[in-house]
Nanobody, 121 residues
Framework: VQLQASGGGLVQPGGSLTLSCAASGSIFSINVMGWYRQAPGKQRELVASITNGGTTDYAESVKGRFTISRDGAKNTRYLQMANLRPEDTAVYYC????????????????WGQGTLVTVSS
């Protein structure tokens, strides 16, 4: 299973960016996908997640500004980030909890490559 992350970059405060994460490989089903982020000198924190059933969860700091969505047919998830703040600057990592084919229902967590989001004027 591979996760291909894209998006990110430099944006001014108040601006918007969209991250995407596409899962591929021997996927039977995806239980949860989402993003963590890690800022310099800080611990990795969960930003947002979405379950196979569409239930979403957000960090308090991003509620009302970030929206996670999915394109189930393509096993792709999107993180729309609006009203970005300098404190949102971090490396964002997508992840997926996947039921892999031919593993009798075993669930594995996979990570995409990190993508840097920099919010600065």
């Amino acid at each position: 299973v591979q996760l291909q992350a894209s998006g990110g970059g430099l944006v001014q405060p108040g601006g918007s960016l969209t991250l995407s994460c596409a899962a591929s490989g021997s996927i039977f089903s995806i239980n949860v996908m989402g993003w963590y982020r890690q800022a310099p000198g800080k611990q990795r924190e969960l930003v947002a997640s979405i379950t196979n059933g569409g239930t979403t969860d957000y960090a308090e700091s991003v509620k009302g500004r970030f929206t996670i969505s999915r394109d189930g047919a393509k096993n792709t998830r999107y993180l729309q980030m609006a009203n970005l703040r300098p404190e949102d600057t971090a490396v964002y990592y997508c992840y997926a909890e996947v039921v892999v084919r031919s593993t009798s229902g075993s669930v594995y967590r996979y990570w995409g490559q990190g993508t840097l989001v920099t919010v600065s004027s």
